[in-house]
């Protein structure tokens, strides 16, 4: 991290630099960074990086905070610092982009120890070394509060052809790459002392959720796609932000949406809603997106080739903003925003009859 470095130290405590020291040395080499465009790493006042050739920046940034994003009773210390990693690394898996290079910002509690910092960041850098990310520098200071991670992660994709939200035609079908409402399931799970109950595919996804990269990457390259997002804050939140971003309508089919068995068993048996799960519980990390109706089928080809899933979930159509879903039965209901919202005020409401103002975690937001 930088040589300038806020927060002091309090008795008894490793000082900042002996701290920097501990995370991080050893975890990437300087050849394995230089062979990611490093020139400068972790030890000077800021690093320094090349970018490829005919390539654009891609930048995003993502916090978690204790007690907001995680608790004790939920996340590991290592899962905590994998998924402070992997929400960022799923923003530039959104645009097409090849994940790169990452700062790491890291402001730490009185009498958090130095060996659950260190396999905090034994989490991270296993998501950093997953997705071949260079972790750079950053900043370590203290609060008064709860542990704070933040990540900036820095990518590329090939100039003038990142995948933007803003780019769904009339007519586009919509896609998502991967079953949804694992990440809810396994919230509610481990909340409600149920963990034991629920299948560890629903743990695994919400404790350490995969950035879709490679299918990112796959869709760009193909040229066959024009929206795409990542499903961080529910599918139906997702959706309505490329609904709006390109001034179209979309409409979701419920029969049609990847619902996976682990996911069914365990709603039944807790008296939930699969359903309210897959549009608005989030963390996903899956992507939903749009592309021509007619290259729909070349696409699935394309992903089953990979041996990655890839799922139409419904077209785009309607008014502009709106987002819509077919249910079983024929009939169709307007969604409303749905999905996590951080701040006060915020809409979370649902579908008819469900339970749109209680998230899985049961607070209200």
Known sequence: MSSTIGGRTRAGDMDEFGLIRLLNAGRQSPEWQHARGVEVGIGDDAAVVTPGAAMQLVLSCD???QDIHFKDETMADADVGFKAMASSVSDLAA???IPRHALVSLVRPPGFAEARLRELYD???ACADRYGVAVIGGDTTSTNGGLVV???VVGEVERGRALLRSAAREGDAVFVTGPLGLSAAGLHALLAGRAADAHASLLAAHKRPLPQVEAGRLLQRSGLCHALNDISDGLASEAREIAEASGCGIVLREAALPLEEPLLRYAAASGRSALDWALYGGEDYRLVGTLPERDAARAGELFRAAGLPFHIVGEVAGAA???RLLRKDGTVETIKRGGYNHFPGGVTDGLPG???????DGRNH
């Open 321 to 323: 903003g709106t987002v």
């Open 95 to 97: 645009m097409g982009a």
């Open 354 to 360: 469900g339970d749109p103002d209680s998230l899985p």
């Open 123 to 125: 989490g991270l850098y």
């Open 63 to 65: 916090t978690m905070v």
């Open 150 to 152: 933040s990540v900036t």
